[in-house]
């Protein structure tokens, strides 16, 4: 289905989603630990994030879930800055769907880069990979990240009560889907036509 080491995308003014690669884990690990108390608010990940070394851990697993067809991690950059991090989570082949999941350092958020990139991703997902179903889970009171889906006509389906443990809290998750026939017309009304 996907090729090692192959994906990029082209957004547009300068912003790229690429896969994330071994030689990445210093600039991801900076750009988590000049943002942890930005990130961790909703990231259970980033207190275990200590070292560069978890930050080449998590590519090398991400690299293997690639490899796999279970998963795909590819950082966000702003021309050679890297910005944040989207991926394919949860890629289940079989039943053609997958879950988007995305995240922003703090002075990336607002620009409108994390929902380009969205655009993208979906995209790819419906045109290429030929899946049925995207979903974007967000924590209930995200504000900023479930603008995202709500902007691009996700379909809220429902709330999963305390799905997810950040920093021993449990968070309340709203869960919103998208078909691929649904994104036919909505891409044309982004696109404006």
């Known amino acids: 289905m996907m090729a090692h080491r192959t994906f990029h995308l082209d957004v547009g003014d300068d912003l790229h989603v690429r896969l994330l690669d071994e ?3 210093p600039a991801l690990f900076a750009l988590i630990d000049a943002d942890r108390e930005g990130l961790r608010k909703w990231l259970p990940w980033v207190d275990r994030t200590r070292t560069p070394e978890d930050s080449a851990a998590f590519i090398r697993n991400a690299l293997e879930q690639y490899r796999n067809c279970t ?6 950059w702003q021309g050679s800055r890297l910005a944040g991090v989207i991926g394919y989570v949860n890629m289940d082949v079989n039943n053609r769907r997958t879950m988007i999941g995305y995240w922003l350092a703090t002075p990336y958020r607002g620009k409108g880069l994390a929902t380009r990139a969205c655009m993208a991703m979906i995209d790819v997902a419906f045109n290429k990979l ?8 967000c924590a209930v009171d995200n504000h900023r990240s479930r603008a995202i889906p709500e902007r ?3 379909k809220p389906e429902g709330v999963l009560r305390q799905y997810e443990r950040v920093n021993d809290n449990y968070v309340d998750v709203v869960a919103y889907g998208m078909l691929a026939c649904e994104w036919r017309e909505i891409r044309k009304k982004l696109k404006g036509g």
């Open 23 to 25: 030689r990445d884990a």
């Open 130 to 137: 030929l899946f049925n179903k995207v979903e974007i889970y």
């Open 71 to 76: 998963g795909l991690h590819a950082g966000i």
């Open 152 to 154: 691009l006509g996700f």
